[in-house]
């Protein structure tokens, strides 16, 4: 996907991907957020026109940048400078944050063959992923900054069959093992 999205939507989605932002984190982005170049300090949001803090205090730790994120950003800040208030994304003309749905409904969806499934999706994939990758529960809901386990387990990490029945088996062996029950 990334390689087919032009810019600013590719790195908008990269930074949705790789962070677990939320899509009115995304637009209330400013460099100064990201200015040790590892973390991305969650400091306001942007619903419609209102900008607000951030719905927990979790977001105000930093959200830790992987390097391949950071080389897109990089690459991204040397095309498109800051200007202005400093927004990372940002509209070219009145230099304001960026209309991500105007984004995802222009900008996305012809380069992806209307493969599009919304910013959410980024939030939810990356807690898949990383739950898929054997990172445990409690830290996917770290990472995705939720408060509760029980929501990043019920809306953020998608059920996968091969996963459900390679526990039943490694659950079968050890049942075997320990209590010598045999089939």
Not at 70 to 92: C, M, Q, S, T
Not at 93 to 118: C, E, M, T, Y
């Amino acid at each position: 996907m990334l390689d087919k999205l032009p810019e600013p939507a590719r790195s908008v989605c990269a930074v949705a991907a790789f962070t677990g932002l939320t899509r009115s984190e995304l637009k209330g982005l400013k460099w100064e957020d990201y200015k040790d170049g590892k973390t991305i300090n969650v400091q306001r949001k942007i619903w419609n026109q209102h900008i607000g803090a951030p719905k927990t205090e979790a977001p105000e730790e930093g959200v830790f940048v992987v390097p391949v994120l950071r080389k897109i950003l990089a690459k991204y800040k040397k095309d498109y400078p800051p200007v202005g208030e400093g927004w990372i994304f940002r509209g070219e003309k009145l230099q304001r944050p960026l209309d991500l749905d105007n984004v995802s409904r222009r900008d996305i969806p012809q380069h992806i063959n209307g493969a599009w499934f919304g910013w959410h999706a980024f939030r939810r994939g990356l807690g898949t992923r990383l739950y898929a990758a054997g990172v445990e529960d409690k830290v996917v809901q770290e990472i995705l900054r939720l408060a509760d386990v029980n929501t990043t387990m019920a809306y953020y990490i998608r059920p996968d069959k091969k996963r459900a029945e390679d526990g039943l088996r490694k659950f079968s062996k050890m049942m075997e093992s320990k209590y010598g029950i045999k089939a």
